[in-house]
């Protein structure tokens, strides 16, 4: 019964992280899109991997037409639950789909949005072709994955090892993760022929939350964080890797 409730209470926490973008990765994206779209008005906007469609509920919030795609059935099911909450539901359409094969026509989308999603599939560079054939000319693509060369590294081997927890396993798909880091992001935007308008790292001091409150360093290792992030030197070491980049007509 206590482990049931400790559960519990790890999902509601995790839970309120997600609905708030709290996340290091949607506030990442949140960054580089700002100085290049100021607003999100008329936009269409495309998440893949949208999980509970916090992202996509967000977006239709700023008033933008914005498509959540997952191959996760209960995920889309409680993404939709989240665009009723917000009273979004019409703004905003959620699909069950594979990332490998987007049910849309050539450059219909203006912004792809895929966080810490590419990981998790295989053939991720047949998935990140699919993302440059719907953006628009001019369009962007954003995508953010965890970084093996950082401090995540230890989390990336106990979650390969251990799996993640059941109540993540029960919405997301992420039975599997393949190595990312800066190096290989790079060459898969690199692949498509677009332009790199930033890449940048985030989360630079990832450590266990449980440490992270026991010892109060929440202030400190945000700011420590926040500064290393503004330095391209570091770029390449933050937790997640964040790349904002532009389709150019051909």
């Given at each position: 019964?206590?482990?049931?409730?400790?559960?519990?209470?790890?999902?509601?926490?995790?839970?309120?992280?997600?609905?708030?973008?709290?996340?290091?990765?949607?506030?990442?994206?949140?960054?580089?899109?700002?100085?290049?779209?100021?607003?999100?008005?008329?936009?269409?906007?495309?998440?893949v991997?949208?999980?509970?469609?916090?992202?996509?509920?967000?977006?239709?919030?700023?008033?933008?037409?914005?498509?959540?795609?997952?191959?996760?059935?209960?995920?889309?099911?409680?993404?939709?639950?989240?665009?009723?909450?917000?009273?979004?539901?019409?703004?905003?359409?959620?699909?069950?789909?594979?990332?490998?094969?987007?049910?849309?026509?050539?450059?219909?989308?203006?912004?792809?949005?895929?966080?810490?999603?590419?990981?998790h599939?295989?053939?991720?560079?047949?998935?990140?072709?699919?993302?440059?054939?719907?953006?628009?000319?001019?369009g962007?693509i954003?995508?953010?994955?965890?970084?093996?060369?950082?401090?995540?590294?230890?989390?990336?081997?106990?979650?390969?090892?251990?799996?993640?927890?059941?109540?993540?396993?029960?919405?997301?798909?992420?039975?599997?993760?393949?190595?990312?880091?800066y190096?290989?992001?790079?060459?898969?935007?690199?692949?498509?022929?677009?332009?790199?308008?930033?890449?940048?790292?985030?989360d630079?001091?990832?450590?266990?939350?449980?440490?992270?409150?026991?010892?109060?360093?929440?202030?400190i290792?945000?700011?420590?964080?926040?500064?290393?992030?503004?330095?391209?030197?570091?770029?390449?070491?933050?937790?997640?890797?964040?790349?904002?980049?532009?389709?150019?007509?051909?």
């Open positions: 019964m206590q482990t049931q409730k400790k559960q519990d209470e790890k999902y509601r926490t995790w839970y309120e992280t997600k609905i708030t973008l709290q996340d290091p990765w949607y506030k990442l994206i949140l960054r580089m899109l700002r100085p290049v779209v100021a607003d999100m008005t008329g936009k269409r906007v495309l998440e991997g949208c999980g509970l469609g916090v992202f996509c509920t967000h977006i239709a919030r700023e008033n933008g037409e914005a498509i959540g795609l997952d191959i996760s059935r209960s995920a889309i099911l409680k993404a939709k639950d989240l665009s009723r909450q917000f009273g979004v539901q019409d703004k905003v359409e959620f699909v069950v789909t594979d990332a490998r094969s987007l049910p849309f026509v050539e450059r219909s989308q203006d912004i792809i949005v895929c966080s810490e999603v590419l990981e599939i295989e053939n991720h560079q047949q998935a990140f072709h699919e993302f440059a054939r719907v953006a628009d000319n001019s962007y954003v995508l953010t994955v965890p970084n093996l060369i950082s401090s995540l590294f230890f989390e990336v081997v106990f979650f390969m090892v251990m799996g993640q927890p059941k109540y993540v396993q029960k919405y997301l798909n992420v039975e599997k993760e393949y190595v990312f880091h190096f290989k992001v790079k060459r898969l935007v690199n692949s498509e022929r677009l332009n790199i308008v930033d890449i940048r790292g985030t630079y001091v990832h450590v266990h939350p449980k440490i992270i409150k026991f010892f109060r360093l929440g202030e290792s945000n700011i420590v964080s926040n500064e290393l992030e503004n330095k391209k030197s570091w770029r390449f070491l933050g937790a997640n890797i964040g790349v904002i980049a532009q389709k150019t007509a051909k």
